[in-house]
């Protein structure tokens, strides 16, 4: 069975860093592309950033640099790295093994509020 489990989000202030991770079993992580996808109050899922076995990454226009995906395949575990967050980076925060997010875990909270 398919796990993905991620954990790291909290509340933070403007300007602000976290680290998130997903803890993924029941595949063969190391295989598969990784992806990032999150989703604000009252919108849709909106896909973040995406990164390939070998370590090739994607990001979406509005990540702007500020943030970071990496993933361990030794410890079949995907990173996120979020600097700089704004309020608009409000949202729970799910990894997935396909880009619409269709398979994913539980999600972890990222609220950025002053």
């Known amino acids: 069975e398919v796990q993905l489990v991620e954990s790291g989000g909290a509340l933070v202030q403007p300007g602000e860093s976290l680290r998130l991770s997903c803890a993924a079993s029941?595949?063969?992580?190391?295989?598969?592309?990784m992806y990032w996808v999150r989703q604000a109050p009252g919108k849709g899922l909106e896909w973040v950033s995406a990164i390939s076995p070998g370590g090739a990454k994607r990001y979406a226009d509005f990540v702007k640099g500020r943030f970071s995906i990496s993933r361990d395949n030794a410890r079949a575990t995907l990173y996120l790295q979020l600097n700089g967050l704004e309020p608009e980076d409000t949202a729970m925060y799910y990894c997935?093994?396909?880009?619409?997010?269709?398979?994913r875990g539980q999600g972890t909270q990222v609220t950025v509020a002053s």
């Open positions: 029941g595949f063969t992580f190391s295989g598969y592309w």
């Open positions: 997935a093994r396909d880009q619409a997010g269709t398979l």
